[in-house]
């Protein structure tokens, strides 16, 4: 029987785009083990430890950073994220499909790797509505919403680095799209697979 090793789905896409939204309707229709990232930044009204980030101290985070505890790291914004090396590996090694929320910076880390990486990239439909929905959380200043909006422009030049975008312009329909590729997805062919296929000759069992 062949024994795969699980994928990693990446999501990464401007702050306000929705990703998080997306993430959560994806994770109630299919099978994914939702890694959970470290952060140095101040814990949000509507967030919990464990459950939106784990929050950790710059210091502590930067320990972490020099025992090689991140499979990747980024800082944005002044703070540092980061997923977890170790966690992300077990649930790999046993098959199971991993979904990561991280920044652009952070995905081409994950890709260096080697790891069998799919990496979507979420778009807003326009910039407008990419203020609107920054205006809407109610958690940042004008000013920190301009510098998110300056930075999404810049993020733009990432998008040629991953494998599939999506325009978040209605989610229930970029959540049907997000799940169709994940199918796609794991029924394409991979080195391992085609190893094993070689090994195995006639007679294989899936």
């Known amino acids: 029987m062949f024994k795969r090793r699980g994928r990693v789905f990446v999501i990464s896409g401007p702050s306000g785009v929705?990703?998080?939204?997306?993430?959560?309707?994806?994770?109630?229709?299919r099978s994914l083990?939702?890694?959970?990232?470290?952060?140095?930044?101040?814990?949000?009204?509507?967030?919990?430890?464990?459950?939106?980030?784990?929050?950790?101290?710059?210091?502590?985070?930067?320990?972490?950073?020099?025992?090689?505890?991140?499979?990747?790291?980024?800082?944005v914004y002044g703070n540092y994220y980061g997923t977890p090396q170790r966690e992300l590996e077990k649930h790999l090694a046993r098959g199971e499909d991993v979904?990561?929320?991280?920044?652009?910076?952070?995905?081409?880390?994950?890709?260096?790797m080697g790891e069998d990486a799919v990496?979507?990239?979420?778009?807003p439909p326009n910039l407008n509505m990419l203020e609107e929905r920054l205006s809407s959380r109610g958690t940042e200043s004008e000013e920190a919403i301009a510098q998110r909006l300056s930075c999404a422009?810049?993020?733009?030049?990432?998008?040629?680095?991953?494998d599939y975008y999506l325009v978040n312009n209605d989610i229930e329909n970029t959540t049907r799209q997000l799940l169709a590729i994940?199918?796609?997805e794991s029924h394409s062919v991979s080195d391992a697979f085609l190893t094993y296929l070689d090994k195995a000759g006639r007679g294989f069992s899936l």
Do not use: C
């Open 33 to 75: 083990h939702l890694s959970i990232s470290y952060t140095s930044r101040e814990p949000r009204f509507n967030e919990e430890e464990a459950k939106s980030y784990h929050f950790i101290s710059k210091d502590n985070f930067k320990k972490m950073i020099d025992e090689g505890a991140f499979a990747e790291w980024a800082e």
């Open 18 to 29: 929705g990703k998080g939204t997306l993430v959560r309707d994806v994770l109630k229709q």
């Open 182 to 184: 994940m199918e796609a």
């Open 119 to 123: 990496l979507i990239f979420v778009l």
């Open 153 to 162: 422009m810049d993020e733009l030049k990432y998008l040629k680095d991953y």
């Open 99 to 112: 979904i990561l929320e991280i920044e652009m910076l952070g995905a081409g880390q994950i890709r260096k």
